[in-house]
């Protein structure tokens, strides 16, 4: 490992199939830790070593920043001038950030009323067009492509390639990390571009240097679920709405990683999510609801006795930051109590029942 952050395209460029004429645009994206977190695998039964990959802590706060320094210093070389994505949120403000930083128009379509609080502040302080349709995910992705090719301006979504040469790296990272590949991965499955570059990048690095093959555990949102009922969700539905998709890009490619390691794409319900989002804050790591559908698949598998990791190495992709989503938390947990500021009350407060 390097002393100090580069940025994925320093450190990991070589391996990265770019085209020549790319211009670096970064941020010091990557390089996120793994967090050992020994008593939630506790929690869920013991026996086995469970690391987390906290990508939240890229510089605008989710995985994305990986593939957009990626596409974007791609842009940057062939001299685009505008970047366009639907989002969910995440890919808006990551797009909004490396847009700003090489100087280009980022213009953001997202489903009114479904963006995270924080995401949609993102975007529009890095200076984001941000326009809400009338519509899903899935019809504003429907209508940026159109848009993209009709118009000179740049698709910076995960149908654009490069996005997925930036995020495989975080799976070159794990394997730095760990000396080779876990015996599990288990991410969020969303518009299926981040499986899809995790099992690129293991495969790659397989092949590379012999660091072996994760099975990888894709994890939906039950109420959006389309690879695990095997067709699109028209009104797709969850609190975790950075997976609430009902028509996923590269669906077919997710299913594909999930069979060829040997895996298996699953559904959680939403309580199941924020209960693992819960879990993992009071083991000190707080995710956005999306970025706990991955451990709390694997806590519905060992649960359900579908899936055996004694004596194994599992590691979980957090997707996204929990500062991204603050409203589910005020809603779900409570607001703090507000008192007289006097010592009596806050004593009684403090230690009531407990003295
Ligand atoms: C984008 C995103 C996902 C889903 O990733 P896909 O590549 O769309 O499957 C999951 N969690 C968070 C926080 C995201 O921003």
Not at 64 to 85: F, H, L, Q
Not at 121 to 136: L, M, N, P, R
Not at 241 to 247: E, V
Request: proline residues 6%; contains cysteine.
């Amino acid at each position: 490992m390097m002393a100090s952050n580069s940025g994925i395209l320093a450190h990991y460029g070589a391996l990265m199939d770019l085209p020549e004429y790319s211009r670096p645009v970064t941020l010091l994206e990557g390089d996120t830790p793994l967090i050992p977190v020994p008593r939630l695998a506790e929690e869920l039964g013991g026996g086995f070593e469970l690391f987390v990959k906290f990508e939240g802590l890229n510089p605008t706060g989710s995985f994305k920043d990986r593939g957009m320094t990626a596409a974007i210093s791609e842009a940057a070389g062939r001299g685009v001038k505008a970047v366009i994505c639907a989002s969910t949120g995440n890919t808006a403000a990551s797009a909004a950030a490396y847009a700003a930083r090489a100087g280009m128009r980022a213009v953001v379509i997202i489903p009114a009323g479904k963006v995270a609080a924080g995401k949609l502040a993102g975007a529009v302080a890095y200076g984001a067009e941000v326009i809400q349709i009338e519509g899903s995910f899935d019809d504003a992705l429907g209508l940026v492509v159109e848009i993209s090719q009709r118009q000179p301006i740049a698709l910076v979504n995960s149908l654009n390639p490069y996005r997925l040469e930036g995020q495989k790296t975080a799976a070159f990272e794990i394997c730095d990390t760990l000396g080779g590949a876990p015996d599990w991965l288990c991410l969020p499955v969303g518009n299926a571009g981040n499986i899809t570059a995790y099992w690129m990048g293991f495969r790659q690095y397989h092949a590379l240097k012999g660091s072996g093959l994760p099975q990888i555990l894709g994890v939906q949102a039950a109420g959006s679920a389309p690879l695990v009922l095997g067709h699109p969700v028209e009104h797709p539905e969850t609190v975790a709405t950075a997976i609430r998709i009902g028509k996923p890009a590269r669906g077919e490619q997710a299913l594909q990683a999930a069979e060829e390691s040997n895996g298996r794409i699953i559904a959680v319900t939403d309580d199941e999510i924020l209960a693992m989002q819960h879990q993992l804050a009071a083991n000190g790591v707080w995710v956005e609801p999306a970025s706990a559908a991955g451990l709390a698949g694997l806590a519905h598998e060992l649960c359900e006795g579908r899936i055996d990791v004694r004596g194994r190495r599992v590691a979980a992709v957090c997707t996204g930051h929990g500062m991204k989503d603050p409203d589910v938390v005020i809603r779900g947990w409570g607001k703090p109590p507000v008192l007289p500021a006097d010592r009596d009350a806050l004593e009684e407060a403090i230690l009531g029942g407990r003295a």
